[in-house]
């Protein structure tokens, strides 16, 4: 049984929103579509991008923004690549040291959850800070292509705040934030659950803002093919899109919490404790060091067509704000390439060819069947000329 | 030349370092892990970093391709235009490695082979340990597998050994798996 499995190899980043590939791999989705999928962990998305891109992965769980800077050959190398999957939406928190958080908490005004307020008591402090000659606040996040990155930038700027100038953003590896603001060599951190209520739960900061306080719906990681192997390896790609969506919808039934939360706690995951994973999956997440939470449906997103299907806005929301932050420069080209990167269309594809009843689309009682993506074949076909 | 290597691996960091002075009379530095690799960049400068695979740091030093005041060479990437194999090989063992922006290829290779090489060896010893192992464990079970048999069929160990090898062939499967099996039986049997 097992010789007639296609082998997948994946990479993935220990985070909350690795689930869907996980349970996939872990429950039986994907030898149900057919497949053996190895999953490794990873420890950097340096690592996790390279792999990929040199063909030692297959598939890997990949920031957004890293997909398409990689397409744009913005980062290292110009591999193009293709996302016909969002592993959700959402996620983020952005952590503060119990002192940030008593010098924002002192010069608030209104309710602290909302970052216009936040921002504006953060932009006082550091006014504060110049005066007193102090060195900049130090803030970390997880990857310069990381809708982390922009979402503390974004925060910043709203207030007024040059995110480049008036404080110091560092990237630094998730493991590593909570000890960071310990010893004070940060300030403040954005990054992905669950690491957030690591930091909590180990006493060393507390969490601020959610997120979705910032951006409703932000776009996160993606799963992502090289577009060369997966031209070459259709239906395997449609095979791991289908075992991830059936494990996303898995994930989603309430009373598979405490299963999933087991699965994800194991060590060659995400190696966190089960408690802190579950809180996150319960939508309400423990804020301080003294117990209080705060709950909030829209923390992380997971499930539904809504949050999976690649909305190709995202992408160019995303490309948008590395161009704001002179990532990359801003081209009709540019912007066209990397609204590609999200392939809606293959999502599509993936989901009706198991169906079987729809593949192209509509379903026409007669042949030939329709071609969305090649009309003058299509045009031919029926007999119609097309377009000279 | 000044080259940083982050590693953690202790033994390995040493005898890379010890490779690359050998080679080229390099200036080479070793950080264990780089916690606050900023600030340890700041006072190493180095023109070379080699970074073991298996640390986290990567990313941090993904964020130094942009110039900046304090740092006005970009590290980059070492990617050599002309040969990707030497990408394949880098990660394959284990390392990667980032330059200052403008240092030429020629003059890195050197330094990335001695590098690569050194991760390489201290790979495949540790593949043979793993290997020494599991024949250990193996070596473990399928000696009670004979045990096992010797006192059931009141046979000598050799054998003992004989039926396990014949059924593992008939049955087109590795002794130990056979021997496992009856342990496992043996087990739920007893």
């Known amino acids: 049984m097992n010789g007639d499995l296609t082998p997948v190899r994946a990479g993935f980043i220990p985070l909350i929103d690795a689930a869907a590939l996980i349970v996939a791999a ?3 989705f994907a030898a149900e579509e057919g497949l053996r999928l190895e999953l490794v962990r990873e420890v950097s998305w340096a690592n996790v991008r390279d792999r990929l891109m040199l063909g030692q992965f297959d598939a890997a769980h990949m920031l957004a923004p890293l997909a398409i800077a990689a397409t744009l050959g913005s980062d290292n190398a110009k591999v193009e690549m293709t996302a016909p999957l969002a592993l959700g939406l959402n996620g983020n928190a952005v952590v503060v040291s119990a002192a940030l958080h008593a010098q924002i908490a002192a010069v608030a005004t209104g309710d602290p959850t909302d970052p216009a ?4 008591a953060l932009a006082q402090v550091i006014a504060a800070r110049r005066k007193q000659d102090r060195e900049p606040l130090v803030l970390g996040m997880v990857f310069p292509f990381s809708s982390h990155n922009y979402q503390l930038r ?16 560092v990237v630094l590896p998730p493991p590593y934030m909570a000890d960071a603001l310990a010893k004070g060599q940060l300030d403040a951190f954005c990054v992905g659950a669950p690491w957030a209520s690591v930091a909590v739960s180990e006493g060393t900061g507390r969490i601020l803002h959610f997120g979705v306080d910032l951006v409703a719906r932000c776009p996160e990681k993606v799963l992502a093919f090289r577009s060369d192997w997966a ?10 899109v289908r075992a991830c969506t059936r494990a996303a919808a898995w ?14 706690a194991s060590p060659q995951r995400l190696g966190v404790a089960p408690e802190t994973i579950a809180q996150i999956l319960e939508s309400r997440l423990v804020v301080a060091p003294d117990g209080s939470t705060r709950a909030h449906g829209g923390f992380f997103i997971l499930d539904g067509c809504a949050a999976l299907r690649p909305d190709p806005r995202h992408a160019l929301w995303l490309y948008a704000q590395m161009v704001r932050w002179r990532q990359v420069e801003h081209s009709a080209a540019a912007a066209q390439a990397a609204a590609k990167v999200y392939r809606p269309d293959m999502f599509d594809a993936a989901l009706t060819v198991h169906d079987g009843v729809v593949q192209d689309g509509v379903g026409a009682f007669s042949e030939p069947a329709f071609q969305a993506d090649d009309l003058d074949a299509y045009l031919s076909a029926v007999g119609a000329a097309p377009i000279a | ?23 080229g009379g390099y200036l080479v530095e070793v950080a264990p892990k780089a916690g606050d690799l900023l600030a340890l960049l700041r006072t190493a400068q180095p023109d070379v970093l080699i970074v073991d695979l298996d640390l986290p740091d990567r990313d941090t030093i993904e964020q130094l391709r942009v110039a900046t005041r304090e740092r006005p060479r970009p590290i980059v990437m070492f990617v050599d235009q002309s040969d990707n194999s030497m990408m394949h090989a880098a990660i394959d063992a284990g390392v990667s490695a980032y330059v200052v922006d403008g240092l030429s290829a020629s003059r890195v290779r050197p330094v990335l082979d001695v590098a690569i090489a050194r991760f390489k060896a201290f790979e495949s010893l540790r593949r043979e340990l793993d290997e020494t192992r599991s024949q250990l464990s193996e070596r473990k079970v399928i000696d009670r597998a004979k045990g096992i048999l010797m006192r059931a069929k009141g046979i000598t160990e050799e054998e003992a050994y004989d039926r396990l090898r014949r059924t593992a062939m008939n049955e087109q499967k590795k002794v130990v798996e056979i021997a496992q099996s009856i342990v496992t039986a043996a087990g739920m049997l007893g």
């Not at chain 1, 994930?251 to 994800?264: D, F, M, Y």
């Not at chain 2, 080259?3 to 390995?12: S, Y």
């Open chain 1, 26 to 28: 872990d429950r039986g």
């Open chain 1, 117 to 120: 307020v936040s921002g504006a």
């Open chain 1, 154 to 169: 974004l925060w910043m700027a709203a207030a007024g705040i040059d995110p480049d100038r008036d404080v110091r953003l």
């Open chain 1, 231 to 240: 031209a070459a390896n259709l239906r395997t790609m449609q095979r791991l």
């Open chain 1, 251 to 264: 994930c989603a039934v309430p009373e598979h919490r405490g299963e999933l939360a087991r699965l994800l």
């Open chain 2, 1 to 23: 030349m000044r080259i940083l290597v982050v590693d953690h691996n202790a033994e390995r960091a040493a005898v890379v370092r010890q490779a690359l002075v050998d080679v």
